[in-house]
């Protein structure tokens, strides 16, 4: 029986149980955040210390998203056998010690080496926290994805926050230690309640089931969830374009110090912060439809003023109305294919999405080379844009 047209029954889970399974949940998206932030400020660093031009640094950077496409492929699966809980503990073992890596490391090989290390344990992470995310937020019969991944997003802003200021008192290595420490403490604490607490949904469905257990979804169903991975794709090409070369740009092409240049990411963070917090009121008022579009588009005219702007203050301004429109985008993609197919659709809809990391960090490295880094940038207008016109484009095949 498809599952788009099956009937799901929630287990008697005790409201009070819902509530700390959410603030567990919640944890674990900000730890995310702040580790791969403290990672991403520490990037022209590292980027030094490897001697790597841009084009090879972004294809050192294709380790992480590569990583990161390979795990999600089969998570989905994973989660299905053992439930999203245990594997969401167990990848936060694994990120929280890969992220003392890269500074380890003096060629770009080893770079790209130890990133996909990183990356495998940053993609399964995200798989099982939002399979896990989705199922409680179908139980709580409420618009709250955009809560856990705001966040993500203030973790990420802690961290890169964090990293700017210590960035002239730690060294790389040092400095990504102490992440490893927090992340380990962040998953000792919070993993207790993940694995104490059986998921929110039918017997059937939070039972371990074999690896080979069909889950397929009817043709319509894989169609829908293949157009949110499509969204999914556009929104973290931008994403992870802010992460890996905002500052950069602004170190380089703006003449900022580096504790300034880190602050942009810090910027599009607290912006996307700021709009995933409001984004279950947003989705409440204007629908999922009307909230993607709105999202694309803001998000492409702050990355066209973000990239060209010849100012600090203007290209900071446009970093943060990006974070704005792309707030929403990733968190409604993800949970509408989950709805629509479980753990396998938040795999499909996550491999898309960073299948856009996957393909933004190089293609920007090698357009920085051949013509400018602001140039490059630009993409991530186009495909917000593009984001929003499929949106609006299968408006009355996805509903609402």
Not at 139 to 154: D, E, G, I, N, Q
Not at 197 to 226: C, F, I, K
Request: aromatic share 6%; net charge positive; hydrophobic share 55%.
């Amino acid at each position: 029986m498809p599952l788009i047209n099956k009937t799901r029954t929630y287990n008697a889970v005790p409201g009070n149980a819902l509530t700390r399974l959410r603030i567990a949940l919640t944890v674990f998206f900000a730890m995310d955040g702040f580790v791969f932030a403290g990672w991403v400020v520490r990037i022209p660093a590292i980027k030094e210390q490897t001697g790597a031009s841009a084009s090879a640094l972004g294809l050192a950077l294709l380790g992480v998203s590569a990583g990161a496409v390979i795990t999600m492929m089969f998570t989905g699966r994973l989660c299905r056998r053992y439930g999203a809980h245990p594997v969401t503990v167990v990848c936060a073992v694994l990120l929280s010690l890969s992220i003392a890596l890269p500074p380890l490391t003096h060629s770009v090989l080893a770079l790209g080496a130890v990133l996909l290390v990183f990356g495998s344990a940053y993609g399964g992470i995200n798989v099982a926290f939002n399979s896990a995310a989705v199922d409680l937020v179908r139980a709580l019969r409420r618009p709250v994805m955009p809560s856990f991944h705001a966040a993500f997003s203030l973790g990420g802003m802690i961290g890169a926050g964090l990293g700017s200021l210590i960035a002239g008192v730690l060294s790389p290595t040092q400095h990504l230690l102490c992440l490893t420490a927090i992340g380990l403490l962040v998953t000792l604490l919070a993993g207790r309640t993940l694995l104490r607490t059986p998921p929110p949904g039918t017997p059937e469905d939070n039972a371990p089931q074999a690896a080979s257990a069909p889950h397929r979804p009817a043709p319509r169903t894989r169609l829908l969830v293949v157009t949110f991975g499509l969204i999914a794709l556009c929104t973290a090409y931008g994403e992870g374009a802010m992460a890996d070369w905002s500052a950069l740009h602004l170190e380089q092409d703006l003449g900022a110090a580096p504790g300034t240049a880190a602050i942009g990411y810090s910027c599009f963070a607290l912006a996307m912060t700021v709009g995933r917090l409001s984004g279950t009121r947003l989705l409440e008022v204007l629908g999922q439809t009307r909230t993607l579009v709105f999202g694309g588009t803001t998000a492409a005219i702050g990355m066209l003023l973000g990239a060209l702007a010849p100012a600090l203050w203007a290209a900071l301004l446009g970093f943060a109305i990006t974070g704005l429109g792309l707030a929403n985008l990733f968190p409604v993609a993800v949970e509408r294919a989950g709805r629509l197919a479980g753990p396998e659709g938040v795999a499909v809809a996550s491999t898309f999405g960073y299948g856009g990391m996957l393909l933004g960090p190089p293609a920007i490295g090698f357009m920085a080379d051949w013509i400018s880094l602001p140039t490059a940038l630009t993409t991530v207008a186009a495909l917000a844009a593009t984001a929003a016109a499929i949106a609006l484009l299968t408006r009355r095949t996805a509903g609402h």
